[in-house]
């Protein structure tokens, strides 16, 4: 017709389309999630303009309908938002306003497969994938509070047309005329599927129309978003193993909500059982990250790495929708978040800890993950120290640095403890004879990170911990402490035995650590234990 303009896509455009549609071939299914998202945000937006200017009020039912018609082979994404004007169509669907196809083509190349359709949404490209099924879209928007209508098509290559049109009320209609080989995205049980994957947790109600009747395709219920008093434990646990593809019940259930300088809704879970297959390597926090119910990313890292058997949600207000990659990792909000979120997380294993029994089940599916956080994390060290728990030379279970230093001797200076492969060879440790003796006590440590964090500790509540196969262990101060053996023999053997062991020790050195056995190995007093001596060994070192 005569009021058809042609436009050249902005340049970025063309590169960015190709990118697109064969890049991520296999992900094509993540169309629907990003054409879903821009209709639920065009809701979203008309009900905040709405709230200074109610002439633009939202229908009553201003529900999302997915048309899919095997005849004419199109599927119809039909929104009452706020719809798009004519300049407003060229500008948001014909040029790329945000992060530019560089870093986008960067990204595509580097990420892992798996990564792949989560960047189309970061980086806000998302109106393009489109093209990876339709090999021509067409939307035709109405801006409310405006009469006239346009209808915005292409083919996906170097233009796109602009047309009058009419549309009875305000919204946008994105028709995608399907691909031969995209057939399937007609089929509306394949599409009812792909949203609950997707965008089960949109609010306004989706539907998928089939036969001429109009079928729900997403629950909309952002459980986090409930006031606490509404959910069910079963709606929890449900929800939980859902999140975290597990089977069994949470050992913790935390939701709460923030407003204020943050705002922001969570709800995490604590797991009953350790993962069936824990990925090996991975260590970033699965908290899935959500902006305003839509979901964003798992990889937002909202926990510290210690804290990654933590599932669940978090979903903010302060973000936008498509923030990209580079603004995750920049924001201070979600660094404010972050540090609300552990704190929250570590609060709650303070307070479940007092009961001893009910703790020892957290602590022994992921105990080891938390003594990274000694390891690693200074903010926490302390706090996260206290809440270790370990075998011990001197009492029957689990205990904690706390009850130690309670159980500490007159006199006694330091806190030991024995590193090694296997809880119950180093109860049976001849290294333990001398404390034994002493009624001395010793912390037993067997997990593999146990080798490194206790230097890294260094102390708690003022009192050093010390590897007992290390260096001089002087326990003379200690109350009830006995001398050692005979000192005047032991003083005329010793140069014997430095003599006859030169080749293989720096030092012979007599000990009141030991009581039955003549003698034991200890490492100098700087420097790696023994423990750790063996694991240099074993990398080859
Ligand atoms: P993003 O959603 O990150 O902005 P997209 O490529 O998905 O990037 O969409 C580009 C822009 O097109 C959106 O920001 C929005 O302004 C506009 N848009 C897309 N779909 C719709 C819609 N259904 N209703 C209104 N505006 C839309
Ligand atoms: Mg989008």
Known sequence: S???????????????????????????EIFLRELVANAADAVDRRRFEALTNPALGLPAEARLRILPDKAARTLTIADAGIGMSKTELGQHLGTIARSGTLAFARSLAEAPATDKPSLIGQFGVGFYSAFMVADRVEVTSRRAGTEEAWTWASEGRGDYTLAPAARAEAGTDIVLHMKADAEEFLEPFRLQSIIRKWADHITIPIVVVRDGKEEPANEGTALWRKPKSEVTEEQYADFYRHVAHAFDTPWATLHWRAEGTLDYAALLFIPGMKPFQPVEGERESRVRLHVRRMFITEEAGLLPPWLRFVAGVVDTEDLPLNVSREMLQATPVLARIRKAVTNRVLSELKSRAREAEDYAKVWENFGPVLKEGVWEDAEHRQEVAALLRFRSSAVEGWTSLVDYLARMKEGQQAIYVLVGDDAAALARSPQLEGFRARGV??????????AFWPERLASFEGRPIRSITQGTVDLSKVAGGEPAGEATDVALLLPLLKDALKEDVSEVRATDRLVDSAAVLAAPEHGPDLQMQRLLRRAGR
């Not at 303009?5 to 094509?28: K, M, W």
């Not at 006590?441 to 146990?450: F, K, Q």
């Open 441 to 450: 006590e010793v912390l037993l440590l067997s997990d593999g990170i146990d």
């Open 2 to 28: 005569e009021a058809l303009e042609r436009h050249e896509f902005g340049a970025e455009v063309g590169r960015l389309l190709d990118l697109v549609v064969h890049a991520l071939y296999s992900e094509r």
